[in-house]
């Protein structure tokens, strides 16, 4: 069942007690940035950078910590899968599903990405949202979901029995080998479950199976970033396009994308603290021999 963007639940066995759902996380208390702080963060940024990400295919980028990233749609209805990395650890990196638990299925401003274990901190801050607008659909839809793990060549080729080589998963490996100057075979492993930038998708009321439909990004369209700690990015430009027909092969108009990095007033960052790594003491209930 779909909840709102600030819970997450289960429901209670049959057999159990009645009473409903069950919240799973004390979602109030999930560690945010103060809100008068992020509006003067966001009234003081300016862009120092941009990169261009071209159509079915991938590129990286940092951002020190404090300062800003915003994903924008430029010439035409596309989506982005966002991976993230802690710029000096990569193996810290955006937990989809620990985000998702955290938040919902989809996440707007507000929400936070939050890093894999044993770090469990907020990695990025949503900032701004122009499709905040769009909400729920009638068919259980949303934007920018953290359900879908990315399109890759492997299932690809389970399901259709060729290779395509510009899957997202592909797009971000190729991205990742050409930043860090190391074979495919080497960074593989460090790509991960995405952020669905732009992505409009849902579970269908029957089956309960993940649906994509037209996305309705144009351009002009952002979605806007504070780095909590410092950085490394990879955003892929889908090769499905706007997500709203066919997927992973070379029939669907595609787009750019652009990142720009934002950098906020010295005095607005003189008192910004990055998020601390989880406190937990990580004995696992063991003690030492």
């Not at 990233?69 to 035409?76: A, N, P, Q, T, Y």
Request: charged content about 25%.
């Amino acid at each position: 069942m779909f909840c709102g963007s600030e819970c997450f639940i289960i429901k209670r066995l049959w057999w159990s007690d009645p009473g409903g759902d069950v919240i799973c996380y004390e979602v109030g208390a999930v560690p945010r940035r103060d809100e008068g702080w992020l509006r003067r963060w966001r009234e003081s940024l300016q862009v120092v950078d941009s990169v261009r990400v071209a159509p079915r295919d991938a590129a990286t980028f940092e951002v020190p910590a404090g300062h800003g990233f915003r994903i924008l749609s430029v010439e035409g209805p596309q989506v982005g899968d966002l991976n993230l990395w802690n710029a000096d650890d990569l193996s810290e990196r955006f937990f989809s599903g620990k985000t998702r638990q955290l938040h919902a299925t989809h996440v707007t401003r507000g929400d936070r990405l939050w890093s894999s274990m044993p770090g469990i901190r907020a990695m990025a801050t949503i900032t701004h949202d122009t499709l905040e607008w769009y909400g729920w659909d009638e068919e259980g839809g949303g934007v920018h979901d953290v359900i879908g793990t990315r399109c890759d060549p492997y299932t690809n080729r389970l399901l259709k029995g060729v290779d395509y080589h510009h899957c997202c998963h592909s797009n971000l490996t190729r991205a990742m080998a050409r930043r860090l100057d190391r074979p495919a075979s080497e960074v593989e492993p460090l790509i991960h479950d995405v952020l669905n930038v732009f992505m409009c998708t849902g579970f269908t009321l029957d089956t309960h199976q993940y649906f994509m439909k037209a996305s309705p990004v144009r351009p002009g369209d952002h979605l806007e970033f504070l780095a909590d700690i410092n950085l490394l990015g990879a955003l892929s430009a889908c090769p499905g396009g706007d997500c709203g027909s066919s997927h992973s092969d070379d029939r669907t108009p595609c787009y750019p994308l652009q990142v720009d990095i934002l950098a906020p007033s010295e005095e607005v960052l003189a008192s910004f603290e990055p998020e601390p790594a989880n406190a937990y003491d990580r004995s696992h209930g063991m003690t030492e021999a």
